[in-house]
């Protein structure tokens, strides 16, 4: 008897740790759904915040923090949308059939569920920010979804889709503070993520020259040639802007110190891609290389300083 009962203890005890390692398993598969390393992509959100001079002002950057924390869920949503419709696609993809839905670590029911959720915190969070920031917000996402359905499979909108999410990030940063927009500020954020998405798209076509068209085929339409003749159009284009930038966001020349940081940063990620076979995920090229990462430490820092030197008259 004694025995009996001490096999259905263990019995019990097996399938507590087996209901948890499933429930563990689970957080982590949708943990990994929502794809966290992304939202650095959404640290433009306070480029108004930092370049408005208003960083040390505690509403503003609670305002700022909360726009960010809404922009990363409504990401991560649009996330989980586009890996519910690419699911046989990634299937195909020598890194993506890992993830969480084509690799069956979660279900397409539980997806959905997340996504609503995700969702309707997002949404209501942004109406809490105001009409303004709910309206940019809200066509982020309609316009990130099209990406997923439409804007992805056309040559070069496909590009210019992705780079209009980084505006509407910057957008959203500026209105939920209520401060001008730099026209400046908006033409380097589109250099910016142009160069980002071609850098990405020729990562691609390199790592899937070999059926890469049965992954996405919008690739067909693109080639190593004119990628490679966008980026140097890109690149130089984004020094230049950048350089101007630095005359009208400041009242005297100091910000002009952080050029060479921009053009060491361009320069870094352009080796990594062509000469260590990176550029597949940007985030992970950041967090990977330590010079890259070194290097827009020091330019943030560097750009904060004299900003705000200038601010209170020391410059």
């Not at 930092?50 to 990401?75: G, M």
């Not at 361009?266 to 550029?279: K, P």
Request: hydrophobic fraction near 55%; charged fraction near 15%.
């Amino acid at each position: 008897m004694d025995t009996l009962k001490s096999v259905e203890v263990k019995t019990e005890e097996k399938l507590v740790i087996g209901l948890g390692l499933k429930f563990k398993q689970r957080m982590l598969a949708s943990l990994a759904l929502m794809r966290p390393k992304q939202w650095v992509k959404n640290s433009f959100v306070f480029a108004g915040l930092i370049f408005s001079q208003n960083i040390l002002d505690p509403q503003l950057f609670l305002l700022t923090l909360l726009a960010f924390i809404s922009f990363c869920l409504l990401s991560s949503s649009v996330y989980i949308i586009n890996d519910l419709s690419d699911i046989e696609e990634d299937k195909l993809h020598p890194r993506k059939k890992n993830r969480p839905l084509p690799a069956g670590r979660i279900t397409s029911t539980q997806a959905i569920a997340l996504l609503t959720a995700l969702l309707a915190a997002s949404l209501l969070l942004a109406w809490n920010l105001g009409n303004l920031f709910f309206s940019v917000a809200l066509i982020y996402f309609l316009l990130i979804t099209g990406y997923t359905f439409l804007f992805k499979h056309i040559v070069l909108l496909d590009i210019f889709t992705i780079s209009a999410g980084f505006i509407l990030r910057v957008v959203a940063g500026t209105v939920v503070i209520s401060v001008i927009i730099s026209p400046w500020l908006l033409i380097c954020t589109l250099l910016l993520s142009l160069f980002l998405a071609l850098i990405k798209r020729r990562a691609e076509i390199v790592s899937l020259e070999n059926g890469g068209a049965d992954h996405r085929r919008v690739l067909k339409d693109y080639s190593i040639k004119f990628v490679d003749q966008l980026i140097s159009i890109i690149t130089a284009a984004t020094i230049t802007a950048y350089s101007v930038y630095t005359f009208t966001a400041s009242k005297t020349e100091f910000l002009m110190l952080s050029i060479p940081f921009v053009i060491y940063g361009l320069f870094r990620y352009l080796y990594l891609v062509h000469e260590q076979d990176m550029g597949c995920s940007p985030e992970e090229v950041l967090f990977k290389d330590k010079p890259l990462l070194i290097n827009i430490t020091i330019w943030v820092v560097l750009s904060a300083v004299i900003l705000y030197l200038e601010k209170w008259s020391l410059l």
